[in-house]
């Protein structure tokens, strides 16, 4: 078999370099960098945002794998280049405008593999199929980690484009008004500390709605430090009045400063509970790691080794969790570290009259 090269761009980068390490113990992989490339480190310089550049960087790979932020801005333009060189890409982020946008390419592309998205919506996926039509689905994640500057413009970026609707869930097939009266700190199970935990509906947790017929589906973003949740409706109320770039790159650059003084030397972790009921069970997936950057590569990674050995993959742009082969995940999540358990609990059943 042809052993076939995966090329990532940004991977020098926190998320792309544990791609790169992942990836390369089994595959040949082209790393893309923005400067001072070694070749004899399989390193091709390359300017994602040129398409000249980022055509030259393509011919030299099967698949791409885009790790370079801020996806909300950048993927659309890098997928539209790496397919019309006639190769698929994965995309840790892109939302559901991505996938419109490219609904009618006869190329395959994964988005949203990363953490959240991504992760996020392979477990409630998983727990769909596990608890055959559930009644409901919770999904609770969040922690306490300072995220590079890229990131930090996708949670604006996304916040802007109502990627996510505050204090929303999804309740008898339909979206409702999740009333939240106080912000106060709770415990909530598997997770390290006390939290904020908010009401936050995104269109992942939609599609999975649609998707699997999910009557009543409750996501939760739960942070540490209330000012880290300041910080993001700062920076949304910002954007919204700057036009220029470069003043929109110093007012991220002051928010991650902040951001990073309320991490101080705290301990940084990320943590995800996924629950489904039904009348007979309840299934719980609790996934606890040290940072959510980790687990966006691993997701990537993934998703990738599933492409480049899928024969006959179909042709057009898929979430990452109608693609990604959960049990594969799980697995390779616990292989690398990554605390997963997965807790099945049999309801009681009542007996009807006249039974013993």
Known sequence: MIMKKIGVLGARGTIGSLIVQYLQKNHEVIKGVRTFSDVSNNEIAVDALDGA????????????????????INSKKIIDCVNSCGKPCIDL???????????????????????????????MAYLAKECGVPDKITLIHGGNELGGLAALKDIVYSSVDEYSLPNRIIHNGGIEEKIKF????????????????????????????????????????????IRSKELIA???IACAGIQHTEEKEEVFKKLLKKQSLIVGDSMQWFSMVGISDNAEKTHKLVIRAKGSSFISGIVAAVACEKLINDENPANRTMWAFEYVDAEKLLSVLKECGVFVEHIVKEKARELMYGEI
Do not use: T, W
Not at 53 to 69: E, Q, W
Not at 109 to 119: D, K, M, R
């Open 53 to 72: 550049s980022l055509s030259n960087f393509c011919k030299n790979c099967d698949v791409v794998i885009n790790a370079i932020g801020p996806s909300y």
């Open 182 to 225: 106080a912000d106060m700190k709770e415990k909530i199970e598997y997770f390290p500390e006390l939290v904020y935990k908010d009401p936050l509906l995104d269109r992942e947790g939609i599609r999975i709605h649609e998707k699997y017929n999910v009557g009543n589906i409750e996501q939760y973003h739960c942070i540490r430090d």
């Open 234 to 236: 700062e920076g949304c």
């Open 93 to 123: 982020f892109g939302g559901a405008e991505l996938e419109e946008k490219l609904n009618n390419k006869e190329m395959v592309n994964i988005i949203n593999a990363g953490c959240v998205p991504g992760l996020s919506g392979i477990v």
